[in-house]
């Protein structure tokens, strides 16, 4: 738990939330540093690459904390050791650089000036992706994190003031909480920085966007959902037991919580009734040993969510029949199979509830999705070589972003666009190309 705020290169005893007069002193000596030269793409990497070395270490402290912190979140088994799999590779020298080539290039650039990071608050890492940009991109950088626990975040920061032994990146970076909803503390940002970069749910993206100042532009991760395509074909050619176990995995990791977790799959209609059904078997199966291996993290109110949705839904099963609920006693996971889907995106509480939706032809997805582009993130999908093509045409007239293979949704590699787009080609201005 982080229980210091962290203000240009120095870790205060308080954790209080910040009030609007300390802010304004503050943003003005963030404008003030703004006007001295950036450091270094190459002494930023070497830091950061510094800062990945100590989560890597083991016998490390910090190490050590993040394993606590997952552990108490009811992460274990696999999935704390592929956490710090991405985390090495994230921080790695030649990811940082291969991120930078990927946004920029070799183009002459400058910063913009002050940064404001949102962070959200049900997730791991929550914005230390766009933190990481802002930093690369030599910004002045202001962090909101949550007051009841700064996590992960909150470990990054203090083993960057322990990475950042010359102070090059720290003395650039200020880090507080206050209490959401604060409007002074929100005019005072929407008046004075450069770019806000949030990361939340709709009600905090509609929050920022309205009105900004003149100079701010914001760049918003709201929520998105990512889909499944499975054709007839696809599962004909696919070894079974591997295919549901990839399905799982993009449904179980981060319990379904980032924005390129499955969430709906659509199997197309042409599929036997007894494949199916052996597919639906062994995808529980599949379901029951990730759950074995790494059971799922929830709170109370995920719970409460869980059971309303399974509630509605037997309700709907009742009242119009055409869906089948599937759900072990011990709640670790639900499937809700739909035969008469017509249109729309079925909202998921998340926590390992997947939908699967019937659908007769491509042309259906397209026309019941019609209306839900802001929406789309990533889609995996399982077809033949043949459908290949179509698939992508229909991935990019829905407003698809990402297109790859069940197993892959939820490793997507860091030099990779997020939402169609690098932020960091945000938080520079071009000088010359």
Known sequence: MLNKSFQF??????????????????????????????PSLDKTIDILARL??????????????????????????????????????FFSRPTLEQRWQAAIGNKLVCPVGLVLHIGATNTLVSGLDGLVDGLLSGN?????????????????????LDADVDQV???????????GGDKEIEILFKNSVDRIIVWGGMDAVMSWRADLGYTARILSHGPKYGIGVLTAAGL???????????????????????????????VESKISNQQFERFLDCLHASFQSVYADAPAMRSSDDYVDIINAREDIKAE????????????KENSWTTAVWSQWKSGLIPSPLCRFLHIL?????????QGLKDEKYWMQTMG?????????????????????????????????PTQAHDGGYDLTQLVNIMAE
Not at 317 to 328: E, W
């Open 236 to 266: 004909k050619d696919a070894q079974l037991e591997s295919l549901c176990k990839n399905i799982v995995m993009d449904v179980s990791m981060w319990d379904q919580k980032a924005c390129n977790n499955l969430q709906a799959l659509f």
């Open 358 to 366: 019937k659908y007769d032809d491509v042309t259906a997805i397209l």
């Open 169 to 179: 990146l720290v003395t650039r970076l200020v880090a507080f909480c206050w209490k």
């Open 9 to 38: 290169g120095r870790m205060l005893n308080s954790s209080a939330p910040i009030h609007a007069n300390d802010l304004q002193s503050l943003l003005e000596t963030g404008k003030t540093l703004a006007l001295s030269p950036p």
């Open 52 to 89: 990945g070395k100590l989560w890597s270490d083991e016998s490390n402290i910090f190490h050590k904390r993040i394993l606590a912190h997952l552990e108490n979140s009811g992460i274990v088994g696999s999935s704390i050791i592929l956490f710090f799999n991405e985390c090495a590779q």
């Open 381 to 413: 999908c399982c077809g033949s070589i043949n459908e290949s093509e179509r698939l992508l045409s229909m991935a990019k007239l829905l407003g698809i972003t990402r297109v790859c293979g069940f197993g892959n949704m939820v490793l997507s590699s």
């Open 140 to 160: 002045i950088n202001f962090y909101k994190f949550s007051s009841a626990d700064g996590g992960v975040p909150g470990i990054f920061l203090e083993s960057l």
């Open 317 to 328: 099963s009742i009242l119009n029949g055409g869906v089948k609920l599937h759900c072990p």
